[in-house]
């Protein structure tokens, strides 16, 4: 399977997850599904069949409202069985609407409070350091969370402590919950903020697989300093009216939608 077919597929649950489960949060998955799709095909060290093998990458979905993503890829990847996906955001099923690693092999953290997964991620990283491990820690973050204070002292902690083997990808997609990323809290000059913080920080098309293929392929960015990936993306991506859409962050497909959601991601 190649990593646009199986970013098809992410897509294409997301929508089904969303869809019975009557959840939020279709627009924030499909802006990561590439990303997600290109992370776990051709990068990062995991092995479905011994999920928690010692060196393996560690990955984080520090926006954890988009974990009926990261659940599709895992049952994609066969963390777990693709059927399980049709009880998402149901009474009782393991998997709840933010991502939770209880019950759920390859989910490395329960996140959803956003803010919190780079400092988790700088401990995980720092950690490798410290018992000579080669694992890496990935931590994927919305635009949104760079307005907490908390993702700022993780971005200064991981630069002073020279975590190389740490990498923020942040979901640019300039969407928030409510109002577009401009109208809450400015973030530029985005980059030049990593920079300044001492942080290697590239940009890439977070749709255009060959980019993130390359980038991904390159690091670290730097040596001795954490990596950031700003992937520039649209919220709602591959369905043509959800696309840059700030309802689709809390709407669910229903109905007429949802067939044309579903009829246009398999075209």
């Known amino acids: 399977m190649t990593t646009q ?28 599904a590439d990303i997600l799709a290109v992370l776990y095909s051709d990068i990062l060290r995991v092995d479905p069949k011994n999920p928690k093998m010692e060196n393996r990458d560690r990955f984080i979905l520090s926006k954890g ?16 069985s693709t059927d399980l996906l049709k009880t998402h955001y149901q009474n009782g099923s393991l998997l709840s609407g ?16 956003l803010g919190h ?4 991620g700088t401990g995980l990283a720092l950690g490798a350091k410290m018992d000579k491990k080669e694992y890496r820690t990935f931590v994927l973050l919305s635009d949104g969370e760079c307005d907490e204070g908390s993702t700022w002292e993780a971005v200064l902690f991981a630069a002073h402590h020279k975590l190389d083997n740490l990498v923020a990808v942040v979901d640019y997609n300039k969407i928030q919950s409510l109002a577009p990323v401009n109208d809450t809290i ?19 098309d977070g749709h255009d697989h060959e980019d993130l293929k390359k980038v991904f392929a390159s690091l670290p960015l730097e040596k001795s300093k954490p990596g950031c990936i700003i992937a520039n993306t649209v919220k709602g991506k591959g369905v ?13 497909p229903q109905s007429e939608e949802y067939e044309n959601a579903i009829k246009e991601l398999n075209s």
């Open 186 to 204: 400015k973030l530029e000059p985005f980059a030049d903020k990593w920079k300044s913080f001492g942080w290697a920080v590239t940009t890439v």
């Open 117 to 120: 997964g780079l400092s988790v």
């Open 240 to 252: 043509s009216f959800m696309e840059n859409k700030v309802l689709w962050h809390y709407r669910t």
């Open 5 to 32: 077919e199986l970013a098809k597929k992410i897509r294409i649950h997301a929508v089904n997850m969303t869809h019975l489960g009557k959840s939020s949060h279709v627009g924030s998955v499909l802006s990561i």
């Open 98 to 113: 933010h991502v939770s690693h209880k019950g759920i092999p390859g989910v490395e953290l329960s996140t959803g409070s």
């Open 65 to 80: 409202h988009a974990g009926a993503g990261v659940y599709a890829t895992l049952a994609e990847m066969g963390f777990f």
